[in-house]
Nanobody, 120 residues
Framework: VTLAESGGGGVQAGDSLKLSCAAS????????MLWLRQVPGGGFECISS????????WYEASVKGRFTISRDNAKKTLDLEMNDVRTEDTAMYYC??????????????RGQGTQVTVSS
C-alpha cells in the first residue's frame, strides 16, 4: 500500500487549499478512504471520510461546511478541498485507507503526510 499526499503549504486564514492523495498497491475502488490530521504532540484526528463508491461522506464538526472530500476511483486519487481555513487547521494531513467499510475512521495504512500551516 502506498499513499502519497500533496498540496500542503502555508496559507492565510480564510484562504482555500486542495490536498490530493495518490494511491497504489491495493484495490482502491473497494475501500473507504479518509483524511487524518495531527498536530505536534497530538494523536491522529479523523476529519473526513468517504465510502468506496464516493456516494457518502462524513465530516468532523470543526470542518463540516468548509472541507469537501472527494475521490476518483479511475485515477485512484483522493482529494480534500479546504475552504475558509483557520489557524486551528494547522496540522500535518494524511490520507489513509480504511480497514473495513463498516467504520470509516478505522484505518490501516496512511501516507507520509503534507503540512498545512495557516497564519492569521
Amino acid at each position: 500500500v502506498t499513499l502519497a499526499e500533496s498540496g500542503g503549504g502555508g496559507v492565510q486564514a480564510g484562504d482555500s487549499l486542495k490536498l490530493s492523495c495518490a494511491a497504489s498497491g491495493f484495490g482502491f475502488p473497494v475501500y473507504g478512504m479518509l483524511w487524518l490530521r495531527q498536530v505536534p504532540g497530538g494523536g491522529f484526528e479523523c476529519i473526513s471520510s468517504i465510502t468506496s463508491g464516493g456516494g457518502h461522506a462524513w465530516y468532523e464538526a470543526s470542518v463540516k461546511g468548509r472541507f469537501t472530500i472527494s475521490r476518483d476511483n479511475a485515477k485512484k486519487t483522493l482529494d480534500l478541498e479546504m475552504n475558509d481555513v483557520r489557524t486551528e487547521d494547522t496540522a500535518m494531513y494524511y490520507c489513509a485507507k480504511v480497514i473495513d467499510n463498516s467504520n470509516l475512521c478505522k484505518w490501516s495504512h496512511r501516507g507520509q503526510g503534507t503540512q498545512v500551516t495557516v497564519s492569521s
